[in-house]
């Protein structure tokens, strides 16, 4: 258990010390303490007069009849059947291991514990106000009075003590809610959340809102979760978005997100077949559009302590539009000018303000919670590689797919524990 990695190694390793320290004591208990007191201990042959004694000398004479009677016989035709028991026992093994296969038995490799503390985040599309931001999250704080109130009107008792709600950024929020005892408290925090969800609903703008009711973050990446590699864009993004909807169809999952962060719109150029002809490259297309926009470095000037740079590009009424894009001028290898409608098109089309890569391929992150209370993650992922990822593969074959999140530790920490590494 000591040398278990992953987010679950410093729980195996505590483990792993208390039992060393219990088998130490033990040890020197058995080895120094026990016989110093067995060595005081007089034993007398006749009878005693206090009622315990007489108590604990017919147990310990019904437990000897019990095992010269029964336990010691059946003992000895175990060791005299031995290939018989040795079968029982692997059938008992095989037993025991089909029923957690078949879903008979539920797993569930830790489970979640309630607390008396939600706790949350919201992250908003990219490119969002910061009005907007906020706005949504006092609609969130208003959200979570109403179901407060719904539930003191039907029990008479509230269970909202504090809250406190913050911005992070102009596109994140955090809140905190602390709950009254549960002792005290109708509902359960799992349930309240659930109901502030569905309170809540879809609000437009939202990327992603977790609300987590239990004990301890989410720190190995949901419950389940997998990565999307693949060198297509278009493949990887439709391919993501249909595992999200399957994922969606199970009672129990929630707070589905993905890693595909969409930012704002962005001008993609296209190049034409007669700017290969004119001696012009995508390169040199981007570049010329880059510096007309944006500007080029001509010159550094020193004032004082700070370095100036002197910038050369269009006047601010001539970059405000599209318009002025197509009205630009393009210089060939020749120095000729030619209409930029003549070289490229352009298109629209959504940026991306965080890629991905793992071992240089794009890559996204799905992540679900799971009520385990109601569905077991283990047996919704087994579905989802049998029945749902051969599909989405078949249809978009330059994606793959890999577990990850609490599944994968589970599999890393089980294989670790098996062979002692």
């Not at 949350?120 to 990219?126: F, K, T």
């Not at 569905?198 to 703008?205: D, L």
Request: glycine residues 6%.
């Amino acid at each position: 258990m000591m040398f278990v990695t992953g987010s679950m190694g410093n729980f195996f390793t505590a483990i792993g010390l208390v039992v060393i320290c219990c088998l130490v004591f033990s040890l020197v208990e058995s080895k120094f303490i026990l016989p110093a007191h067995l060595r005081h201990i007089r034993i007398s042959q006749q009878p005693s007069r206090n009622p315990l004694v007489r108590l604990k000398a017919r147990f310990n004479q019904g437990f000897d009849r019990t095992v010269l009677r029964y336990y010691r016989p059946f003992l000895a035709k175990c060791i005299h059947y031995r290939y018989i028991t040795v079968a029982v026992f692997i059938a008992m093994v095989i037993l025991v291991a089909g029923m957690l296969a078949s879903g008979m038995v539920r797993y569930v490799f830790f489970p979640n514990i309630p607390s008396d503390y939600i706790n949350g985040d919201l992250e908003m599309v990219s490119g969002t106000a910061s009005n907007q931001t906020t706005a949504t999250l006092k609609k969130l704080q208003e959200s979570l009075w109403k179901v407060d109130d719904r539930i003191e009107k039907e029990t008479g008792h509230k269970v909202v003590k504090h809250v406190y709600v913050w911005n992070r950024s102009a596109t994140d929020g955090g809140f905190v809610v602390e709950m009254t005892s549960s002792e005290t408290r109708p509902v359960s925090a799992p349930a309240f959340a659930k109901m502030w969800r569905e309170q809540m609903g879809n609000q437009p703008g939202v990327k992603t809102l977790k609300i987590n009711p239990y004990i301890g973050g989410d720190d190995s990446g949901g419950a389940i979760a997998f990565t999307v590699r693949g060198k297509n864009l278009d493949e990887l993004t439709a391919a993501t978005s249909e595992l999200k909807a399957a994922m969606a169809q199970y009672n129990g999952v929630f707070d589905i997100e993905d890693s595909l962060s969409s930012g704002n719109l962005e001008v993609r150029l296209k190049i034409k077949p007669a700017a290969q002809a004119l001696g012009l490259s995508l390169t040199d297309l981007a570049r010329q559009v880059r510096e007309g926009f944006y500007g080029a470095e001509v010159q550094r000037i020193q004032r004082d302590d700070e370095e100036v740079k002197v910038m050369v590009r269009y006047p601010l009424s001539e970059r405000r539009s599209l318009s002025n894009l197509e009205n630009m001028r393009i210089r060939t290898s020749s120095g000729a000018q030619v209409p930029f409608s003549y070289v490229a098109d352009v298109e629209l089309a959504d940026g991306y303000s965080r890629i991905t890569r793992v071992d240089g391929v794009r890559a996204a992150t799905i992540s679900a919670d799971a009520d385990k209370n109601i569905v077991e993650p283990a047996k919704v992922i087994d579905e989802l590689k049998a029945k749902v990822l051969p599909k989405i593969i078949a249809k978009y074959p330059s994606v793959s797919f890999k577990m990850s999140g609490e599944a994968q530790d589970e599999a890393e920490n089980n294989v670790e524990l098996l062979l002692g590494r």
